[in-house]
Every structure is written in C-alpha cells, then in structure tokens.
C-alpha cells in the first residue's frame, strides 16, 4: 500500500473544530455520552441507537436534524495512519455491487463520496436513495458518517449536519483496540437528556 493511501484524511484544522479527539474537547459543555462518542445536543435534534439484533450491541448512533439523517460510526485506527482512503474504496465497492453509482468528491469534511444507492420503495417499486459519505481519521480513531435527507443536495442543511459532524467528540478510551474495530457505544446515562 503506498503512503497516500495510508496517511490521516480530514480537515487541516481538525483539532481546532473537529470532530475532536477527547483530550480537545471542551469539558465544560453538556455533552450527550453514547460511550465512544458524545454528542453536542441542540434545539431539535433526535438522536437514536442502532442496534444489532443477534448481539444486542449499538452499532451506530442517528442523529435526526435539519431535515436530514447523519448515521456515525466510531473505529478504532493506528497511531499512524488513516483509515478512511481504504475505507472509501470498501463503499464505492459495496455500492457498485448492489447495482448503485458512485462519485468522489472534495466537500467541507475533506473527500467525501456521493452515491445512489438502489432501494425497493413500498410498493415494491425501484427507487433510489441518494447519501454522502463523510469519514475523518483522528489520532488512533476514525469517524464515519453517512448523510441523508436534505442534507445531501441542499447547502443550508449540508453546512448543519458538517457542523454536527464536526462537533462529535470520540473518545477512544486508553485500551488496546484492533484497527477497523467499533469503539463500543453504550446508552446515555441519562436517557433522554439534552
């Protein structure tokens, strides 16, 4: 693998407006604590767990806002190198396999990819869903998002998920973890709370 596939992706100025490693994050702001991430609440957000049926575990935390969904998914990644080059080309993949299109493209986040992804309506009709995935390496983590609704082609909604986005905050946790492994999510201690 050569080394552009490997380096860090995200903004230039991740540290300073995220999304934020935990040592970054302000620690007096009311954060939601989902476990390996926390989330910023703010006047109509929804925020919902999804869950594994055969384990039970929380694989993805949605977040409803702005007349869109941003699904993140947090992932354990080496000290030294990013996660998302790789992962950008697992989905382009995946996407094309299930029959959709797929394009690549510079966004707020960095590169980010716009797909169309196949889906039965429910009528049994084919339709199409339209998504962008957003990913940022962090240090020893990597932070996933997928983006649908009108955040996908309308600027105002767009630059309210970005910000959402930008204002997760992944707490990686000090225990050694595989590379590509979820950091585990857990239920709000407080549910609820915002």
Do not use: C
Request: hydrophobic share 40%.
């Amino acid at each position: 693998m050569n080394d552009a596939n490997t380096e860090k992706a995200g903004p230039a100025d991740r540290a300073a407006n995220g999304p934020f490693d935990e040592t970054e994050a302000n620690a007096v702001r009311p954060y939601i604590d989902l476990g390996g991430i926390k989330v910023l609440p703010r006047d109509g957000l929804n925020l919902r767990l999804e869950v594994e049926e055969q384990t039970k575990r929380i694989v993805a935390v949605g977040l409803d806002f702005a007349g869109s969904t941003l699904q993140v998914q947090p992932f354990a990644a080496p000290r030294s190198s990013g996660l998302w080059h790789e992962t950008r080309e697992q989905l382009q993949q995946q996407v094309l396999q299930q029959g959709g299109r797929v394009s690549e493209r510079e966004g707020a986040l960095g590169l980010e990819l716009r797909a169309e992804i196949p889906v039965a309506g429910p009528d049994g009709a084919a339709g199409v869903r339209l998504a962008r995935f957003v990913g940022v390496d962090g240090p020893r983590w990597f932070l996933r998002g997928v983006i649908s609704g009108a955040a996908v082609d309308d600027e105002d909604a767009a630059a309210q998920i970005e910000e959402l986005f930008r204002s997760i905050v992944v707490v990686r946790g000090g225990a050694p973890m595989p590379p590509r492994d979820l950091i585990p999510l857990t239920m709000p201690a407080t549910p609820g709370a915002a």
